[in-house]
């Protein structure tokens, strides 16, 4: 029974995972780069969250309506006029762009703020839990479960329905051609920016408030992201939550039998996915 | 009245340029030169330039991967945290000499490397970086929790204790500037051969390589095998000069960003851009390292600027965009009329 309510648990867990990994994928997918700065951005919007509620004493979730279009709009502006120039063919200016604003973010933080480990707290809901026979379920994560569940319905509906989801599926089909059709990328690429970092504004804040964070966790956070793309399988959305419940289950039911080999157990999980299954759950195939 | 000579060439062909003749044999007069150097300065200045040369060694080693062989690794800690626990596990538990150590623990983190690509080669571009990051991630947390190993606090280096410690101290500069040399040595003679020659074609565009019969995989794995052993050096020489190894230290991601700085500032692609890079990064620890976190935001802020604004690095720029080069790595065409 312990091991079922550990495997709900790694599920709703996954959830979370899912919101970090939505942004990560949706970047990939239009513009074939990775953003290495996304778990330390994930980071500032629970710092930014943490002030909000220091200083004004509002709840998380009011900072968030605060947080996510700031972010997103940040995310638009960095995107539009940063991250612009770093598209090429080759990986190497993204990456090295990315991975400095990563080291940036991090190292501002921890000049500014403790290294402490800090917590967002939504008050009583934090602990309260649904008992169903033997295996108590957490309220919190359970929204989460559900709000990530909703966020990417929403996004999935946006980019199947829209003209906009059109433009972002023909771009990561085929740029080239896209542009002959009029359509100009480069706000595509913003646009999708904007919608990545709204994302990460949301899961940063959820995570800060699911588990406790200092300047330099965005490494992890970002690392999660990944490993629930990769098992999930580039390019799908749903894949990639998917690949995010796997990861949390892993996680939590791997903790369940070896405490504190949390970390380890879903790693060693994603290398197996790596060696055996390198397309993932959804097998699409990559383009280098 | 001059008569055209049909019969001779038009061009001239030359590995050697006239920067290339001076220039390498003033490097490795530079390099021999420095050998003295313990017998002339202070101690603490000797075992600060023992850092220098690690990271010449680590900025060649991630040039090789990223400037030509089109590989971008955030994971290179993985390799210095191997290759610092194999050089203390060989001397002091297993009783191999601690100088035969180095390259047995050089060998470990080759196979190592060699067994890593097959899973990271799955991945490409910013995800192969993350992947990198991960194994290194699941060597860090292994090693951490090994108790043959030290568990969170690591091991501490026995093997050097008989030697005095200025003697010690000029043993690590020695060895670190030998590695150097050699480091930058296999980079020209890579570059040089037919081999490099190949390599540049794949991270040009791999697939023009590719069907023109270069061994894409193989060229890749190879110069990851050697990047491999080459931070693992510089990992044996971390342990050899401080004496001890932290898990949480060597197996750092900052290592990475380190390396990255360097080969990016200095210049990319080239042999002598990582080299300046170095020195420069070498500087600026010397000068700002006292700030924290201050001095990364710096370093950040750098990296970035480079990246996005002068991509051949300050090497590049010296060498007006790769026409000059302090090595005989390219062919130097000279028109005679």
């Not at chain 1, 919101?19 to 980071?43: C, D, E, P, Q, W």
């Not at chain 1, 559900?146 to 980019?159: E, P, Q």
């Not at chain 1, 989801?165 to 990561?172: H, K, P, Q, Y």
């Not at chain 1, 990639?240 to 039998?257: E, S």
């Given at each position: 029974m312990?091991?079922?309510?550990?495997?709900i648990?790694?599920v709703?867990?996954g959830?979370?995972?899912?919101?970090?990994?939505?942004g990560?994928s949706?970047i990939?997918?239009?513009?074939?780069i990775v953003n290495?700065g996304?778990?330390?951005f994930a980071?500032l919007?629970?710092?930014?969250?943490?002030a909000?509620?220091?200083?004004?004493?509002?709840?998380?979730?009011?900072?968030?309506l605060?947080i996510?279009p700031?972010?997103?709009a940040f995310?638009f502006?960095?995107?539009?006029?940063v991250?612009?120039r770093?598209?090429?063919p080759s990986?190497l200016?993204s990456?090295?762009?990315?991975?400095?604003l990563a080291?940036i973010?991090?190292?501002?933080l921890?000049?500014?703020?403790?290294a402490d480990?800090e917590r967002l707290t939504?008050g009583r809901?934090d602990?309260?839990?649904i008992?169903l026979?033997?295996i108590?379920?957490g309220?919190?994560?359970?929204?989460?479960?559900?709000l990530?569940?909703?966020?990417?319905?929403?996004?999935?509906?946006?980019?199947q329905?829209?003209?906009?989801?059109r433009?972002?599926r023909a771009?990561s089909?085929?740029?080239?051609?896209?542009?002959?059709m009029?359509i100009?990328?480069k706000?595509?690429?913003?646009w999708?920016?904007?919608?990545?970092?709204g994302?990460?504004?949301?899961a940063g804040?959820a995570?800060?408030?699911?588990?406790?964070f200092?300047p330099s966790s965005?490494?992890?956070l970002?690392?999660f992201?990944?490993?629930?793309v990769i098992i999930g399988?580039?390019g799908?959305?749903w894949?990639?939550?998917v690949?995010?419940?796997?990861?949390g289950?892993?996680?939590?039911?791997?903790?369940?039998?070896?405490?504190?080999?949390q970390?380890?157990?879903?790693?060693i999980v994603?290398?197996?996915?790596?060696?055996?299954?390198?397309r993932?759950?959804?097998?699409?195939a990559?383009r280098? | 009245?001059?008569?055209?000579?049909p019969?001779a060439?038009?061009?001239r062909?030359?590995r050697?340029?006239?920067?290339?003749?001076?220039?390498t044999?003033?490097?490795v007069a530079?390099?021999?030169?420095l050998?003295?150097?313990p017998?002339?300065?202070g101690l603490a200045?000797?075992y600060?330039?023992i850092?220098?040369?690690?990271?010449?060694?680590?900025?060649?080693?991630?040039n090789?991967l990223?400037?030509y062989g089109?590989?971008?690794?955030?994971?290179?800690?993985a390799?210095?945290?191997?290759?610092?626990?194999?050089?203390?596990?060989l001397?002091?538990?297993?009783?191999?000499?601690?100088?035969?150590?180095?390259?047995v623990?050089?060998v470990?983190c080759?196979?190592l490397?060699?067994?890593i690509s097959f899973l990271?080669?799955?991945?490409i571009g910013g995800?192969?970086?993350?992947g990198?990051w991960?194994?290194?991630e699941?060597l860090?947390?292994?090693?951490i929790?090994?108790?043959q190993?030290g568990?969170?606090?690591?091991l501490?280096?026995?093997?050097?204790?008989p030697?005095s410690?200025d003697?010690?101290?000029?043993?690590g500069?020695?060895?670190?500037l030998a590695?150097?040399?050699?480091?930058?040595?296999?980079c020209v003679l890579l570059?040089r051969s037919r081999?490099g020659l190949?390599?540049?074609a794949?991270?040009?565009?791999s697939?023009?390589a590719?069907?023109s019969g270069v061994?894409?995989?193989?060229?890749?794995?190879?110069?990851?095998?050697i990047?491999?052993?080459?931070?693992g050096?510089?990992?044996a020489?971390?342990a050899?000069s401080?004496?001890n190894v932290q898990p949480?230290?060597v197996?750092s991601?900052?290592?990475?960003?380190?390396?990255?700085f360097?080969?990016?500032?200095?210049g990319?692609?080239?042999?002598?851009?990582?080299?300046?890079?170095a020195?420069?990064?070498?500087?600026?620890r010397e000068?700002?390292?006292?700030?924290g976190?201050l001095y990364?935001i710096v370093?950040?802020?750098?990296?970035?600027a480079?990246?996005?604004?002068l991509?051949?690095g300050i090497w590049?720029?010296?060498?007006?965009r790769?026409?000059l080069?302090?090595?005989?790595t390219g062919?130097?065409?000279?028109?005679?009329?």
């Amino acid at each position: 029974m312990n091991i079922l309510e550990a495997a709900i648990q790694g599920v709703l867990l996954g959830g979370l995972y899912g919101l970090f990994a939505a942004g990560l994928s949706l970047i990939f997918g239009v513009m074939r780069i990775v953003n290495l700065g996304y778990g330390a951005f994930a980071v500032l919007s629970a710092y930014l969250a943490l002030a909000l509620t220091r200083s004004t004493s509002m709840s998380p979730l009011l900072a968030l309506l605060i947080i996510v279009p700031v972010m997103a709009a940040f995310g638009f502006v960095l995107q539009r006029w940063v991250l612009q120039r770093t598209l090429d063919p080759s990986p190497l200016p993204s990456i090295l762009v990315t991975f400095g604003l990563a080291v940036i973010v991090e190292n501002a933080l921890l000049l500014t703020q403790s290294a402490d480990q800090e917590r967002l707290t939504l008050g009583r809901i934090d602990t309260q839990a649904i008992q169903l026979g033997e295996i108590r379920i957490g309220v919190y994560p359970l929204a989460v479960f559900v709000l990530a569940l909703v966020l990417l319905g929403v996004l999935s509906l946006v980019i199947q329905k829209t003209g906009f989801g059109r433009s972002v599926r023909a771009i990561s089909d085929d740029p080239g051609t896209v542009e002959l059709m009029g359509i100009k990328p480069k706000r595509i690429y913003a646009w999708s920016g904007a919608i990545a970092f709204g994302l990460v504004a949301v899961a940063g804040v959820a995570s800060g408030i699911q588990s406790s964070f200092n300047p330099s966790s965005g490494s992890l956070l970002l690392i999660f992201a990944f490993e629930a793309v990769i098992i999930g399988g580039i390019g799908s959305l749903w894949g990639t939550l998917v690949g995010a419940m796997v990861l949390g289950v892993a996680q939590t039911v791997g903790a369940a039998f070896a405490p504190s080999q949390q970390l380890l157990i879903g790693h060693i999980v994603f290398l197996l996915f790596l060696l055996f299954l390198p397309r993932g759950l959804t097998g699409k195939a990559t383009r280098a | 009245m001059t008569v055209d000579t049909p019969s001779a060439p038009i061009t001239r062909v030359r590995r050697w340029t006239p920067v290339s003749l001076i220039g390498t044999p003033a490097t490795v007069a530079v390099a021999v030169g420095l050998v003295g150097l313990p017998y002339l300065i202070g101690l603490a200045t000797i075992y600060s330039m023992i850092d220098l040369f690690i990271f010449i060694l680590l900025a060649s080693m991630w040039n090789l991967l990223a400037g030509y062989g089109g590989m971008v690794s955030v994971g290179q800690q993985a390799y210095i945290g191997v290759g610092a626990y194999a050089l203390v596990v060989l001397a002091d538990q297993v009783g191999v000499n601690v100088f035969l150590a180095i390259p047995v623990a050089a060998v470990i983190c080759a196979l190592l490397a060699f067994g890593i690509s097959f899973l990271a080669f799955r991945l490409i571009g910013g995800y192969f970086a993350i992947g990198t990051w991960v194994i290194s991630e699941v060597l860090r947390l292994v090693a951490i929790q090994a108790p043959q190993l030290g568990a969170g606090s690591g091991l501490s280096l026995f093997a050097m204790s008989p030697f005095s410690r200025d003697l010690r101290v000029a043993i690590g500069f020695w060895l670190a500037l030998a590695c150097a040399a050699l480091a930058v040595l296999t980079c020209v003679l890579l570059v040089r051969s037919r081999f490099g020659l190949g390599l540049m074609a794949v991270r040009d565009d791999s697939t023009a390589a590719a069907t023109s019969g270069v061994d894409v995989q193989r060229a890749k794995r190879f110069v990851f095998v050697i990047a491999g052993a080459g931070s693992g050096i510089a990992g044996a020489l971390i342990a050899v000069s401080s004496l001890n190894v932290q898990p949480d230290s060597v197996f750092s991601v900052q290592w990475s960003a380190f390396m990255i700085f360097m080969v990016v500032v200095g210049g990319v692609g080239t042999i002598e851009g990582p080299i300046l890079g170095a020195i420069l990064f070498w500087f600026m620890r010397e000068a700002l390292a006292d700030y924290g976190p201050l001095y990364l935001i710096v370093l950040g802020i750098i990296g970035v600027a480079f990246a996005l604004f002068l991509r051949e690095g300050i090497w590049g720029l010296l060498s007006r965009r790769g026409r000059l080069s302090l090595f005989p790595t390219g062919y130097s065409v000279t028109r005679l009329r």
